[in-house]
């Protein structure tokens, strides 16, 4: 394995071999592609001074930056995407670290690529992320609440919502715990709640021969290890251009003891099938509620999926997913492709209009959320 050198651009990271999979029996199916992916490696670590965590946690993030603001802009360098991609961790007792990293390729690969284009006028909207008649779906009874993939969906104490992606790690937005500059308040004691049912008469519902009924539901709190945020987004990059790097991991102390949704590399909007994507949220106007929607892709960057899901604050860090056939395993596949941000205004054709934003999960994200989940890049070979 040989590294890149340094002044290559990153237009020979981004998509490193990208091979369509043809379907195999008819009628067809919309099949998860195969990548052959980046490999992304520490390569030093330094300790940082404890941060004053007295950021005001910001539900969502607003960018006037839209597809064409990021069409226009020039890829980053291998340099500027390997000060991107490293990463700051956070631990229990405050103490941080600052981890460099190297970027790898295993073969050479060709794949589409965007840029980035000029920076558009943002608006001000009073009641933001919805789209004409609301078509979230508030999803009730523990049958549904407890069962795959709706209880995958995690509540952050900071106010945001989380998806389980492994047996200890959830997957949520970089603004829930950071503004781009420090730490928001309670980050240091961040803490994911899983929804479970309250049962009258303190029964547990266990034995299916009690006459313990669940009341309502309720949250049950497990405490975060450490934290994961790209350099990318702390050091405030993103916030000039858009939401590329608004994604952060976090570790829990013990394992949820659920099924988890895995991530995998975001497929071209065309090839989702219907070009929908789906998400789950904890949204702030339904409060104790998992709000569930579905919509359509509009646009796409490399980085980025442009949609108008109805959605409120409170639902930022949502798992964007899309199910789709494994062809492998012989069967249908649900896989994170994206972390629902916020919310943009963008001028299409000199007229305003106002999307929502998922950042997508890309060969190199993929393989750095992967690497952190996994801790061995042989693990994170297959998006």
């Known amino acids: 394995m040989a590294g890149i050198p340094g002044l290559f651009t990153l237009l020979l990271l981004l998509l490193c071999v990208f091979r369509e999979v043809s379907p195999s029996s008819s009628p067809w199916k919309p099949t998860w592609p195969a990548y052959r992916l980046p490999v992304i490696l520490p390569q030093s670590t330094l300790n940082l001074a404890k941060p004053d965590f007295d950021a005001k946690a910001k539900l969502e993030v607003s960018s006037s930056c839209g597809p064409q603001c990021h069409k226009g802009t020039p890829l980053p360098t291998y340099e500027e995407a390997k000060q991107y991609l490293s990463y700051e961790t956070l631990y229990t007792n405050g103490s941080r670290t600052e981890t460099q990293v190297g970027i790898y390729i295993l073969s050479n690969g060709e794949g589409r690529t965007h840029g980035r284009d000029s920076e558009a006028t943002g608006k001000s909207r009073r009641k933001r992320q919805i789209y004409g008649y609301d078509g979230r779906f508030s999803i009730f009874g523990k049958d549904f609440l407890l069962n795959y993939p709706f209880s995958t969906s995690v509540k952050l104490s900071t106010g945001c919502t989380g998806t389980l992606v492994a047996e200890k790690h959830v997957l949520t937005a970089a603004h829930c715990i950071h503004d781009g500059k420090t730490y928001v308040k309670g980050t240091q004691k961040l803490r994911v709640g899983f929804l479970k049912p309250k049962y009258k008469d303190g029964g547990r519902g266990d034995n299916s021969s009690s006459s313990a009924v669940p009341d309502k539901m309720k949250f049950q709190w497990i405490r975060v290890k450490r934290t994961h945020v790209p350099k990318g987004w702390i050091k ?148």
């Open 236 to 383: 405030g990059n993103a916030n000039d251009i858009g939401m590329d790097y608004d994604y952060a991991l976090l570790e829990l102390k013990k394992p949820h003891k659920r099924k988890f949704m895995k991530i995998g590399v975001s497929p071209p909007a065309k090839q989702l099938p219907g070009g929908r994507i789906h998400f789950s949220g904890y949204d702030n106007d339904r409060p104790g509620n998992l709000v569930y929607r579905f919509c359509d892709v509009k646009d796409e960057t490399y980085d980025l999926l442009y949609q108008q899901c109805d959605a409120q604050p409170g639902a930022s860090g949502s798992g964007v997913y899309v199910r789709m056939w494994k062809r492998p395993q012989q069967k249908w596949e649900r896989k994170i492709i994206g972390i629902f941000s916020g919310h943009q205004w963008v001028d299409m054709n000199g007229s305003p209009q106002d999307f929502n934003v998922a950042v997508r999960i890309t060969p190199l994200k993929y393989a750095q959320i992967c690497y952190w989940i996994k801790g061995n890049y042989l693990d994170c070979r297959e998006g």
